[in-house]
């Protein structure tokens, strides 16, 4: 329940305090007096958008602050965002400043909080209903969200449930569009790849350096004839020379002389080791030369296919290359890329099968919720009606249109209000057959549905009787009334019934006053100020009267008090009726326990 509220340098408001009580709140003034003003206030601390027109001229920074009492679920709010009670409340403050830029601070309780913290909080504190909100009614999408907020909590998971279905439909759906359109492509990507995975696989890729070991061979083959006879050459010289001494004799004279010289100079010895070493590697030389002219065959067999196998690999590093290591790195990227395209991924008909199942999935859960709006639909139609009675409707037709439609994220229903007021007269869309001040009617027959039991703190009605006079305006007040006694209700209002009806009514007035003066060269000047008087019965009266006749002349006083004994009526009817279902309630108990 809001409890107080505090504004500074707001719109037409310099400084307000203002003290609420439970029950029905009223705020009564001329028109353009500032009332609104103090519904904008309310609005901005817990969240509405904030613009440096609000701002009172000349001053650069408003702070707005409402106080409200703690219920179970505000104090596990406070305990979950660790903020402290403060004795036993809830204050909501909004500082906004214009230094350059447009600055705004929500705090709870002192500590700065953020917009959707505040917006937490809100759902628990305050609900507005404002004239606005019929041209909302009359859309498809708020009754909607009417019905299914009537359906309560399975309705509302329900819905969830489509909405979490139709997402996995269509993401499922634009994944197999998008499929079906890189189908043709993938299918000439498999063609190519197959063709060149063919090639490369026969090509039997494996060592990056066959090129360079072929060519060399090829060297060696092509010229087997000169290597052989070059080979034995070498081996002659080396070894056995057919004439004159070869390498090998000539340095075993060198040795035999050496070892004669070293018997007379120990110095000559590491000359002869040289020697000895020189002489052993020209015969090693000279066997293996042996040995490989041994080897060496003309073979043309083998130079053919050396030919062709290097001919093949200059072939496939020509497609696949530059080099060989480049066209064996190919080969190996497209196996993992032919292998990703065909078959190891998802199929088509894979595809096609889960998007059937997920179709299926989301109309299965619409079917559910559409069953679930009906039995709603069924009982708010009953309920309307029943709230609808007292207000003057009570030959009126309501029904909740829904109509099938293709599955989207709210469902598969179109849903509508329908309404006629007029017996005999066909249902016609809300928005298109109901009258300014039935349209209002249905607004508080709708908020009445939505009222009972744990809920929003506050009420808060902006001329929700606009539009309605007379009897039809009693009606509402009594409404209003049996609402202020499960909420604290707040309403502005033009209509003295439903003022009359007030548990703690308040003036608004716009004055203009004198400022300035600050110093002696300081003019004053014009200044309008909104102020706010919670009046007491005499000034009630007065006010009561204002509002009724226009002015406070006897005849007006008169009608006011008859206004305030119909009040006093509905209070006791109310209380007597209370008091009759209490002990109803009690007896069953009794008979039940018994
Ligand atoms: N931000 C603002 N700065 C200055 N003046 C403002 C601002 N907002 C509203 N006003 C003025 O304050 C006055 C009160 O406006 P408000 O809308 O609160 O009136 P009201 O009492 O709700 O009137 P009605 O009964 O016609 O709806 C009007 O003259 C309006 O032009």
Same mark, same amino acid.
Request: charged share 20%.
């Given at each position: 329940?809001?409890?107080?509220? *505090? #504004? !500074?340098?707001?719109? $037409?408001?310099?400084?307000?305090? $203002?003290?609420?009580?439970?029950?029905?709140?009223?705020?009564?003034?001329?028109?353009?007096?500032?009332?609104?003003?103090?519904?904008? @206030?309310?609005?901005?601390?817990?969240?509405?958008?904030?613009?440096?027109?609000?701002?009172?001229?000349?001053?650069?920074?408003?702070?707005?602050?409402?106080?409200? =009492?703690?219920?179970?679920?505000?104090?596990?709010?406070?305990?979950?965002?660790?903020?402290?009670?403060?004795?036993?409340?809830?204050?909501?403050?909004?500082?906004?400043?214009?230094?350059?830029?447009? *600055?705004?601070r929500f705090r709870v309780n002192g500590v700065v909080v953020n917009k959707q913290q505040v917006a937490q909080l809100r759902e628990q504190l305050i609900e507005v209903t404002a004239q606005g909100q019929a041209v909302q009614l009359g859309r498809a999408d708020r009754q909607r969200q009417c019905l299914d907020g009537f359906g309560g909590e399975p309705l509302l998971k329900q819905r969830q449930q489509v909405t979490k279905a139709f997402a996995r439909w269509q993401n499922i759906t634009t994944e197999l569009n998008t499929f079906r359109q890189n189908e043709q492509q993938r299918l000439q990507n498999i063609d190519l790849l197959r063709y060149q995975l063919q090639e490369l696989d026969a090509a039997n890729l494996s060592d990056p350096n066959e090129q360079t070991n072929l060519e060399q061979e090829l060297q060696r083959l092509s010229h087997s004839v000169e290597l052989e006879q070059q080979s034995y050459q070498v081996y002659q010289l080396l070894y056995e020379q057919d004439q004159g001494d070869a390498c090998g004799d000539l340095l075993g004279q060198a040795e035999s002389v050496l070892i004669d010289m070293s018997q007379y100079d120990s110095q000559l010895e590491p000359i002869l080791e040289l020697v000895q070493q020189a002489l052993t590697q020209v015969q090693e030389a000279g066997s293996l030369i042996n040995a490989y002219g041994n080897t060496v065959e003309t073979d043309p067999e083998q130079l053919q296919s050396v030919e062709a196998r290097l001919m093949e690999l200059k072939q496939i590093c020509r497609k696949y290359g530059p080099s060989l290591e480049d066209a064996i790195a190919h080969h190996q990227t497209i196996q993992s890329q032919y292998a990703d395209l065909t078959g190891e991924g998802q199929s088509l008909e894979e595809l096609e099968q889960t998007a059937a199942e997920y179709k299926a999935k989301l109309q299965q859960a619409c079917a559910k919720l559409t069953a679930l709006r009906q039995k709603a639909a069924q009982q708010l139609e009953s309920r309307i009606l029943q709230e609808l009675k007292p207000l003057a409707l009570d030959k009126v037709q309501f029904q909740v249109g829904l109509q099938s439609i293709s599955p989207t994220q709210h469902g598969a229903d179109q849903i509508q209000f329908l309404f006629s /007021?007029?017996?005999?007269?066909?249902?016609?869309?809300?928005?298109?057959?109901?009258?300014? +001040?039935?349209?209002?009617?249905?607004?508080?027959?709708?908020?009445?549905?939505?009222?009972?039991?744990?809920?929003? +703190?506050?009420?808060?009605?902006? !001329?929700?009787?606009?539009?309605? =006079?007379?009897?039809? /305006?009693?009606?509402?007040?009594?409404? $209003?009334?049996?609402?202020?006694?499960?909420?604290?209700?707040?309403?502005?209002?033009?209509?003295?019934? #439903?003022? @009359?009806?007030?548990?703690?009514?308040?003036?608004? &007035?716009?004055?203009?006053?004198? &400022?300035? /003066?600050?110093?002696?060269?300081?003019?004053?000047?014009? *200044?309008?100020?909104?102020?706010?008087?919670?009046?007491?019965?005499?000034?009630? *009266? &007065?006010?009561? /009267?204002?509002?009724?006749?226009?002015?406070?002349?006897?005849?007006?006083?008169?009608?006011?008090?008859?206004?305030?004994?119909?009040?006093?009526?509905?209070?006791q009817s109310y209380a007597n009726g209370k008091t009759a279902t209490q002990s109803k309630k009690a007896k069953k108990r009794a008979v039940n326990s018994a």
């Open positions: 329940m809001l409890l107080s509220l *505090r #504004i !500074e340098n707001f719109a $037409l408001i310099d400084t307000l305090d $203002l003290t609420f009580t439970d029950g029905l709140n009223v705020l009564t003034g001329e028109t353009g007096a500032g009332k609104s003003i103090l519904l904008d @206030a309310i609005d901005l601390i817990l969240g509405g958008k904030a613009l440096s027109s609000m701002l009172r001229t000349g001053e650069s920074r408003t702070l707005l602050e409402a106080s409200f =009492s703690l219920t179970p679920n505000l104090n596990t709010w406070l305990a979950d965002t660790d903020i402290d009670p403060l004795d036993d409340l809830l204050v909501c403050s909004r500082e906004i400043s214009t230094q350059n830029t447009l *600055r705004s /007021a007029n017996p005999g007269e066909a249902l016609q869309p809300l928005s298109e057959s109901a009258s300014g +001040g039935e349209m209002s009617r249905f607004l508080l027959a709708l908020k009445a549905c939505f009222s009972q039991g744990e809920g929003v +703190g506050t009420l808060i009605f902006d !001329e929700i009787d606009a539009g309605v =006079s007379g009897h039809v /305006a009693q009606a509402i007040a009594t409404k $209003l009334y049996h609402l202020s006694q499960n909420h604290q209700v707040l309403c502005v209002t033009h209509q003295p019934m #439903i003022a @009359a009806m007030a548990d703690a009514h308040f003036q608004v &007035q716009k004055q203009v006053v004198m &400022q300035g /003066a600050k110093s002696a060269r300081t003019k004053t000047a014009e *200044r309008t100020v909104v102020q706010v008087t919670s009046l007491d019965d005499q000034q009630r *009266r &007065q006010e009561l /009267a204002e509002i009724a006749g226009g002015q406070t002349t006897q005849q007006a006083l008169t009608f006011v008090d008859s206004l305030l004994q119909q009040a006093g009526q509905v209070r």
